[in-house]
Structure formats: structure tokens, C-alpha cells
């Protein structure tokens, strides 16, 4: 599975894994990140294999035999799921495309390219090479089976049976219809190549992929109340997966489309009403929060030039009300070499990135030392809808 670009969250990793993840190592220059959710899955995977899998095919093994395969089997078994993306990777990069960061998760893995693809024939090689590199590797494990049946290599061809089987499996699955999954990019790519318009393009594989999801949830509560329980949650969990993704990746390109271009100066706030250092949390709450209606002031001794810090609403309600008639806004600011700051030339894209990194909904601009005002996220997501409402403009 390969993503866009997208505005990372707070807390991600800043060499470009996702949140709750940490680079194990690097590959052909392209960080490796696993997310702790990996775990979780290496052991139940782990667990099938020993468990499940071979008491069927082996049941004169010991446990701790049994044990020793299905953790090999399932590294091995990862180790092909990262080979497919490093397939993506490459062949993206082979196309002019930055490629940030793979990372193993819960359900497989993803690839996270630094912009989309240039064409609509880059879109259906990069997506393509992925299911293709998981046949390759089914056939691989499928040779090494023949090869250890016919030695005698017992616990050998337990796990490349095992690998050929899943390695099949995954390849069929990625290429479903369902955008994000491979299948869906390449559907994408059919439809931009046929329609001429990627948004467009996206617009519908998004909703197939929707209907994919939806399928695959609606079998899992039928697999549910026929008694699989197991399976059924999986086929729920992997199906409001792909339909959260399939609406964010279109929700995503959305806002690249309607920031592209657009600097952060138009939308700045400018009348940003300014409060004393010195006066209290009481007064500040009664005079210039409810007074104003205003939820941000710069904190400066006069009306013009430099200024100390911000106060916002959310520093007030950090102190306690009993404390509101002794303590200064100059002590529950936040001081000007803390804040997160932007240039009225900062691209739009970027400020919203900044505001995720951070989790923060306002940021001040600043012109050399003077504040301009402030972007709030509101600002620019109303910037984003009224570009998407008015379409292209010539």
C-alpha cells in the first residue's frame, strides 16, 4: 500500500514514520519504521502458525518446535510484506518521486511517497509492482516447498507452504478495488488515464472503495453470527480501515488541491487585539476574553511593535479560577521564543502541517519582529472549501 503526503500528527516521528512508530533500520536510503501495533500482530500471527496451523499438518511435533517455526515463519512472512513495499519505494523513486518512510503496522504495510504521482501511467506501475512482487514471492516459497518436500526438509517446507499460501493471498487482497489498496490505486490510474482528471479519478475509486469496505464489513458480522468470531472481527476491523482511508486519502488530495499555490498572507487575522503584562487573569476573562469575544491576544506593553508572548483561552482555563486575581497574563502566556511561528510567505499546506505537528488550532505570524496577526485552522479550512466549491477558475 503506498500514501500521499499527508499533515503528521502530533507526536510522529520527525524522519517520517507514522505516529507511535521507530525506525529499526534503513534500506536501499528509505527509513524503516515499525508502529507498536506490529507487535501485537507478530505475536498472533505467531501464535496461528503454532497454534493452528502446523497441529494440523504436523501433529507429532512438539510444542516448542512448533513454537520456533511459526516465529521464523512469521518473520519471514514480514520480511515479504516489507519486500512488497520496497517494491512500491523503488519504483516510485524510479519515477522522480521522494519516497519519506516504510512502516510495518497491524495491517501490513505502507509506503509514504513525499507527493503523488506525476501521470496516470507512474500511478498504475507503482501500484501494480506491489501484488506483482507478492506472486513473485509466493512463487519463490512455492519453489522452496518442492524443493523441501522432495529433501525430506520437514520443518522447511511447513514454512514455505505456509508462505506461499499467505504471499498468494496477499497479492489477490491488495489487489481488490478498494482505494487505498494497490487495487484501488490502479483503478485510479485507469480511470485518470481514461477521464483526464485525477480528482475525478479519485472521486470514484474512493466511493468503490468505500463499497469494498462496506462489503467486507457486512461478511464479517455475517461471519459472526455464524460462529467465526475471529474471522469476522477481522474482516470488520480491515473493512472500517479501508473506509476511513479510502475517505481520507480523497478528503487529503481535496486539501492539496485547494492549497495549492495559496500562501498564508490573505488569510491572516489581523486585528488581533493586544492585552498589558501585567493585567489579571480576572480582568483578562472579563474585560478583553468576554469584553472582545476574542479567544487570542498578543501580549505586549504598547499597541505597536514588538510583543512578549500569546494568551489564549486555553492558558486562562490552565489556571485555576481561585488564582485568577494574583496571577498576570505575563505568567499564564506562552513566551515568544516558545511559540510556533510562520511568515506571511509560508504556503498554506505547510502552516496546517505545523498546526498537526503541534496540536494547536492558531499560530502567530510574524514579519521580522513585528506580529501580523494570526492563521487559525478554521481560517484555512474555510480557504479549502471555498476553493473546492468554486473549482478550477481560468
Known amino acids: 500500500m503506498t500514501t500521499p503526503p499527508t499533515a503528521p500528527p502530533a507526536g510522529a516521528p520527525p524522519s517520517g514514520g507514522m505516529a507511535g512508530s521507530f525506525r529499526v533500520f534503513r534500506l536501499f536510503g528509505i527509513g524503516v519504521f515499525i508502529h507498536w501495533s506490529w507487535v501485537f500482530i507478530f505475536l498472533l500471527s505467531t501464535w496461528s502458525v503454532a497454534s493452528q496451523y502446523l497441529p494440523d499438518v504436523y501433529p507429532e511435533w512438539e510444542a516448542r518446535q512448533r513454537w520456533l517455526v511459526g516465529a521464523i515463519t512469521t518473520l519471514l512472512f514480514f520480511g515479504s510484506v516489507l519486500a512488497h513495499e520496497i517494491s512500491h519505494s523503488l519504483e516510485a523513486r524510479r519515477r522522480g518521486l521522494v519516497v519519506n518512510s516504510i512502516t510495518l503496522f497491524l495491517f501490513g504495510g505502507v509506503s509514504a511517497l513525499g507527493s503523488e504521482a506525476r501521470g496516470a ?14 506472486f513473485a514471492a509466493a512463487a519463490v516459497f512455492g519453489g522452496v516447498w518442492l524443493l523441501a518436500r522432495g529433501a525430506g526438509w520437514e ?42 482528471n485525477m480528482l475525478e479519478a479519485t472521486r470514484i475509486a474512493g466511493n468503490v472503495g468505500r463499497a469494498v469496505a462496506g462489503l467486507l464489513i457486512a461478511l464479517g458480522v455475517v461471519t459472526v453470527f455464524t460462529g467465526g468470531l475471529g474471522g469476522g472481527f477481522w474482516f470488520i476491523l480491515i473493512g472500517w480501515f479501508l473506509w476511513n482511508a479510502a475517505e481520507s486519502s480523497y478528503n487529503q488530495l481535496l486539501m492539496e488541491r485547494g492549497f495549492k499555490g495559496l500562501l498564508i498572507g490573505p488569510l491572516i487575522e489581523r486585528d488581533v487585539p493586544r492585552v498589558s503584562p501585567d493585567v489579571t487573569l480576572r480582568a483578562f476573562a472579563q474585560e478583553y476574553v468576554l469584553g472582545l469575544n476574542q479567544r487570542a491576544f498578543f501580549v505586549a506593553a ?14 486562562l482555563q490552565k489556571v485555576p479560577q481561585d488564582q485568577w486575581d494574583t496571577v498576570t497574563v505575563y505568567r499564564a ?62
Open 302 to 315: 504598547t499597541d505597536e511593535g514588538d510583543f512578549f508572548g500569546l494568551v489564549t483561552l486555553s492558558d
Open 333 to 394: 502566556m506562552t513566551p515568544r521564543e516558545r511559540l510556533i511561528v510562520a511568515g506571511p510567505r509560508t504556503e498554506a499546506q505547510a502552516a496546517l502541517q505545523l498546526m498537526a505537528q503541534h496540536n494547536i488550532n492558531q499560530i502567530p505570524v510574524i514579519d521580522g519582529r513585528d506580529p501580523l496577526g494570526l492563521l487559525t485552522r478554521g481560517a484555512l479550512i474555510n480557504a479549502i472549501q471555498l476553493r473546492n466549491e468554486l473549482g478550477d477558475i481560468r
Open 121 to 134: 501511467r507512474d500511478e498504475f506501475w507503482i501500484a501494480i509492482v506491489g501484488p506483482l512482487t507478492s
Open 155 to 196: 520443518p522447511i517446507k511447513a514454512g514455505a507452504g505456509y508462505l506461499a499460501y499467505v504471499n498468494i493471498a496477499v497479492g489477490v487482497f491488495n489487489l481488490l478495488p478498494g482505494f487505498p489498496l494497490d487495487g484501488g490505486r490502479v483503478l485510479r490510474a485507469i480511470l485518470w488515464g481514461a477521464k483526464r
